[in-house]
């Protein structure tokens, strides 16, 4: 018996092995099609949309997104955090990761642009000068959320930042900002046009003059590991395709 025993285990084994480095394979192919994105708030359901169309006819490619703050996206990128491209809401995020020689140059280009507007219910204001009459407005944190970073800059430039900083409530991104102006915790508030087309409560009040503050451009570029992971470079040449600029276009994003 102990012989017929340890044949059946000579001839069962060689299998088992078989198999099991058959799951193996499998498994490092499919971590080999992962592609991670860092984007920012405002670009979620855009990114999400592209990102679902891409696996129609490329079912292996499995995404893992994160959404935030520009700045708190980079943070996490320069802290090790896994990403293979990189889609903030300005460049100054990007030059920040970009001098720290965590991306690949060669990818880095402009991926969309946005426009600031100022949201809330209707008859709360028609301009920035009325924004003085309100109590709470919302904003992004200017230290890392790039809208709240325009809305400053727009304040500043219109001579009103010292009369409303004490109504500023800070938001962690903008889908934050535009979440309070929703549930009525606040009068308004500054966020991108894209989101605030998507709104359920809230209306544009009135567009920001863009002479107050920079063109809000989305750059994008694949970061050092990203720039070796095929599956990545395959999708940041889509997301530069015209494909992309058919989908950013139904959300309200201008061409690059």
């Not at 193996?24 to 920012?40: D, G, N, Y």
């Not at 679902?52 to 997104?65: A, E, I, L, W």
């Not at 409303?164 to 549930?183: G, I, N």
Request: contains cysteine; glycine residues 8%; aromatic residues 8%.
């Amino acid at each position: 018996m102990k012989t017929r025993s340890a044949s059946l285990f000579g001839k069962v084994l060689p299998k088992a092995v078989a198999v099991a480095c058959c799951f193996l394979a499998l498994v490092s192919a499919a971590a080999a099609e992962e592609v991670r994105i860092s984007a920012a708030a405002s670009l979620r359901d855009a990114v999400n949309e592209l990102c679902d169309s891409y696996c129609r006819t490329h079912r292996g490619v499995r995404f893992v997104k994160n959404f935030g703050g520009s700045g708190q996206l980079a943070k996490q990128i320069q802290s090790g955090a896994p990403a293979d491209i990189f889609l903030p809401a300005n460049r100054e995020w990007l030059d920040y990761l970009k001098g720290r020689k965590m991306l690949d140059p060669s990818s880095i280009g402009t991926f969309t642009f946005n426009t600031l507007v100022f949201a809330g219910a209707p008859g709360k204001a028609s301009c920035l000068k009325d924004l003085v009459d309100l109590q709470r407005i919302a904003i992004g944190s200017p230290l890392s959320v790039p809208a709240g970073e325009y809305a400053l800059a727009a304040l500043k430039k219109a001579g009103l930042d010292r009369q409303l900083e004490k109504k500023l409530v800070m938001a962690k991104d903008v889908r934050e900002s535009l979440m309070y102006v929703e549930r009525g915790e606040v009068d308004g508030g500054f966020v991108y046009r894209t989101d605030a087309l998507r709104a359920k409560r809230a209306r544009i009040l009135f567009t920001v003059p863009q002479e107050l503050y920079p063109r809000v451009v989305y750059p994008i570029a694949l970061t050092v590991p990203g720039g070796k992971n095929g599956a990545a470079v395959g999708f940041y040449a889509y997301l530069r395709g015209l494909d992309a600029k058919s989908v950013l276009a139904k959300y309200g994003f201008a061409g690059s």
